[in-house]
């Protein structure tokens, strides 16, 4: 079964950074894409960043453009998302999830996920 791990979320003041990391394993998938996904109380999960693990091009939610970063270390299997300047609207549990095929920001296009990892940011 495939599994994935998120790890880094915490409380950070307005302002901070975080980052999160998503380590992958158990999959067989050649050509797959990793995304991170979150969701406030009340509110529909959202598409936060994705990468391709085939040619590291990636996508960005535009509230987090300019802000977050994603990156991969497929070596490690793990893909993390750099979060700057974050303000209290990106308070939520984020989440990593894999699919086989193309990156897309669509959470219903993902097979596999992560338990989650909370974010919360302060005032």
């Known amino acids: 079964e495939v599994q994935l791990v998120e790890s880094g979320g915490g409380l950070v003041q307005a302002g901070g950074s975080l980052r999160l990391s998503c380590a992958a394993s158990?999959?067989?998938?050649?050509?797959?894409?990793i995304g991170w996904f979150r969701q406030a109380p009340g509110k529909e999960r959202e598409g936060v960043s994705c990468i391709a693990s085939s040619d590291g091009g990636t996508y960005y939610a535009d509230s987090v453009k300019g802000r977050f970063t994603i990156s991969s270390d497929n070596a490690k299997n793990t893909v993390y998302l750099q979060m700057n300047s974050l303000k209290p609207e990106d308070t939520a549990v984020y989440y990593c999830?894999?699919?086989?095929?193309?990156?897309?920001?669509?959470?219903?296009?993902?097979?596999?996920w992560g338990q989650g990892t909370q974010v919360t940011v302060s005032s």
């Open positions: 999830a894999i699919r086989q095929g193309r990156r897309v920001l669509d959470f219903l296009e993902y097979d596999y």
């Open positions: 158990r999959f067989t998938f050649d050509d797959y894409a």
